[in-house]
């Protein structure tokens, strides 16, 4: 091992300590480490060497964050599929990961969360037409489709979203 400036050894160490410090993905890791100064061919060897070991796995990644943005923030399908691809997720794994996550813990299940979030305890029924369109803009930027947004806002009394504010 080199462990001259720009060597192999150093951008192991470097690899390590940003792994020591979260997951990453493949693209994230392959990207620090270019903009560290470290040559491609460099960077190829420590990805493929993290990758072997165990420690750099895009589909383990990928439900990890998944399960992040789903359960902790509650994002929509859309927000995590941008931002695992952002992330160099490919589509498939994209898919496969939200899935899993969706059998757990349902798109529906995480935009009701949310809307109650958002809320602040004020029901959806006594939002004049302005809030309720702030909410939907804020819950669509969160990734969710228009469509379940607009059906949970409009369907919330019939569901008794907030039932003992009804009349």
Known sequence: MNNGDGG???AEEKAYRL???????EKELRVKLLASG????????????????????????????TRELAVN????????????RERGIGEALCREAIAQIREEFGEEEA????VRRKSKGQTVAGMDEREKARLARSLMG?????????????GTKEEGFHGDDWE
């Open 111 to 114: 935009l009701d969360r949310l």
């Open 19 to 25: 792994l020591g410090l979260r997951a990453h993905s």
């Open 38 to 65: 470290f040559s491609e061919g460099v960077v190829a060897g420590v990805i493929d060497k993290c990758r072997d070991l165990g420690y750099l796995n895009d589909a383990d990644y990928a439900r990890q964050r």
């Open 73 to 84: 923030r509650l994002a929509g399908d859309r927000r995590i599929t941008a931002d695992l």
């Open 8 to 10: 192999p050894g150093r």
């Open 142 to 154: 969160k990734g969710f489709p228009a469509g379940l947004v607009f059906k949970k806002l409009k």
